[in-house]
């Protein structure tokens, strides 16, 4: 069973940062691409962002772009969600999934959660003054 485990979430005011971090626990990064998404109370789980298997494509939600970054360090085997300028409205459980061989990207639809069939156990980021 692959597993993925999240780490990095916490309180934040408005305006701040954090930074989440996404490893597999027994196997390699390297053919997968990771997703992470977001699901508060009361909502369906929503893509947020998207690093493919290479790192050379990447994927945001509209309500992120430009203030979130995903990145990955094969060698390192990790991959990270930079969060600056988070809103109360970013307040969720985060979550990264495992995309084998990149195929919501290639072949959609993109952010479709039914397709991934490897979860972390979720992270709680909290924005609030």
């Known amino acids: 069973q692959l597993q993925l485990v999240e780490s990095g979430g916490g309180l934040v005011q408005p305006g701040g940062s954090l930074k989440l971090s996404c490893a597999p626990s027994?196997?390699?990064?390297?053919?997968?691409?990771i997703a992470w998404f977001r699901q508060s109370p009361g909502n369906e789980r929503e893509g947020v962002a998207y690093?493919?298997?290479?790192?050379?494509?990447?994927v945001y939600a509209d309500s992120v772009k430009g203030r979130f970054t995903i990145s990955r360090d094969n060698a390192e085997n990790t991959v990270t969600l930079q969060m600056n300028t988070l809103k109360p409205e970013d307040t969720a459980v985060y979550y990264c999934?495992?995309?084998?061989?990149?195929?919501?990207?290639?072949?959609?639809?993109?952010?479709?959660?039914?397709?991934?069939?490897?979860w972390g156990q979720g992270t709680q980021v909290t924005v609030s003054s």
């Open positions: 999934a495992a995309d084998p061989s990149d195929r919501l990207l290639l072949f959609g639809p993109m952010w479709d959660a039914s397709l991934l069939h490897y």
């Open positions: 027994g196997f390699t990064l390297d053919y997968f691409a």
């Open positions: 690093i493919s298997s290479s790192g050379g494509r990447t």
